[in-house]
Every structure is written in C-alpha cells, then in structure tokens.
C-alpha cells in the first residue's frame, strides 16, 4: 500500500527567505508524485508533478521539488517566498499502472505562513 | 472553459436531512473522485468512479452514496448516516492513466445546523 508523510504541519517563514516542504512517501513499485497547493475555501492547484527522468522538477510561481528514490522523498522548495505563496501545500502519490483505478493519496498537507 | 464545477458553494443541513453535492465536469474525463477535507487530516477519499454506472468506495464512505449516470456528472448525497458531516467536500477529476494529474471544483462546505 502507498503512503505520504509530510512531516511539519506547518512552516512559518519570512518573507524572501528560502522555504524547504518535506515529503516522504512509502511504496514498493514505482510511483507518480504530485504537489498541489491550496488557496484559503479554494480547490487544489496543481504545482508540479514527477514522473520519470529528471529528479529536479520545476513548477509553477517558482517551486521546484527534487525527487530523491534512495531517501524515498520529493521535497518542495522555493529559494524567495512572497506574502502570496500563504497557503496549504499537499503532496500526493499516484501509480502504478496506467489506469486511473490507482488512487491519488493525500499528505494530510502543510501550512506554509509568510512573515512580513 | 473546461473545468470542475461544484455547488453549492455553502450548503447548510438540518439534523437527520439527505443533502446533495453537484459536481459536473466538461474536461472529457474518465474518472471522478469526491474528497473530504477536515483540518489537519488532508484529503481523505469518500467514493471515486473510473466510468459511467461504476464506482467504488474509498476509505470513508459510510454516510454517502453517489451515481454516476453520465460522464461529465458525479453527485455525492451525504444521507443522515454520516454522523459528522461539517466538512469541505472536494470533487476532482482526471484522465485514466495514473500519471495524470487531478483537477479539482472550488469545493463545498457543509454545515449541520
């Protein structure tokens, strides 16, 4: 069975510092990891997402996640937050296969708070 | 513009009433899922559907019931069952192939009164 950890529930930094969101996921086959952000009584966007090939994936508003197979991780980073980038962020985990019966599992998400 | 559509954006229910959730997509896709969402604990599965007339449960369906009568529609009834239902409900929805990314409404949030 897969699993998604995110380890800190919530992150409060200051604005244009550098911020680190750490995933951990548990699974025995390969997998398709995903990071989504959420705005205040919003949907989840999509931010990025990993599926093969380069381990440095970039995304939108600047993130970029690194996937790590060895250390079973996919963290989020972003060198310079904004006031805007206050939000919840969750990482997900989809796979295997090729059919859509695979499930998207949740982290139970963190919040990411900026400091002026 | 193709997306998810949810609503009520607020949906308020009495003690002991059915209720029932819209979500339509016009993305063409296959597989649909209803998420519920309590702070601190993610998103947690309800039911999902790969195609029309066929859906499965997820990990906490007691309470709920969906069909799946067309493609571009998902409804979730939250019966009198479902013992605590104030929640942010979340449709969402994808292509059939398992690296697809989701595409999620702007969600529902339900309240007993």
């Known amino acids: 069975a897969q699993s998604v950890t995110q380890l800190d529930s919530q992150v409060p930094v200051f604005e244009e510092a550098p911020v680190e969101l750490r995933c951990n996921y548990s699974s025995s086959v390969s997998v398709y990891l995903f990071w989504y952000v959420q705005y205040p009584n919003q949907g989840l966007q999509l931010l990025l997402k990993y599926l093969s090939g380069s381990t440095l994936v970039k995304g939108i508003n600047g993130f970029e996640a690194e996937f790590n197979k060895s250390q079973t991780s996919f963290h989020l980073r972003k060198p310079s937050v904004h006031i805007s980038d206050t939000a919840e962020y969750f990482c997900?985990?989809?796979?295997?296969?090729?059919?859509?019966?695979?499930?998207?599992?949740f982290g139970s998400g963190t919040r990411l708070s900026i400091r002026p | 513009d193709g997306g998810i559509t949810q609503s009520p954006k607020y949906l308020f229910r009495k003690e002991g009433q059915n209720v029932t959730l819209s979500c339509e997509q016009n993305l063409n896709h296959d597989a649909m899922y209803w998420y519920r969402q309590d702070p601190g604990q993610g998103l947690r599965l309800i039911y999902y559907?790969?195609?029309?007339?066929?859906?499965q449960k997820g990990d906490i369906a007691e309470g709920y019931s969906v069909s799946r009568e067309k493609k571009e529609s998902f409804p979730l009834t939250v019966t009198s069952a479902q013992k605590n239902p104030t929640a942010f409900y979340l449709c969402?929805?994808?292509?059939?192939?398992?690296?697809?990314?989701?595409?999620f409404g702007q969600g529902t949030r339900l309240t007993v009164v």
């Open positions: 559907s790969q195609i029309v007339n066929d859906f």
């Open positions: 969402a929805s994808r292509l059939d192939r398992a690296y697809t990314e989701a595409f």
């Open positions: 997900a985990v989809s796979g295997p296969g090729y059919s859509s019966a695979s499930k998207i599992i």
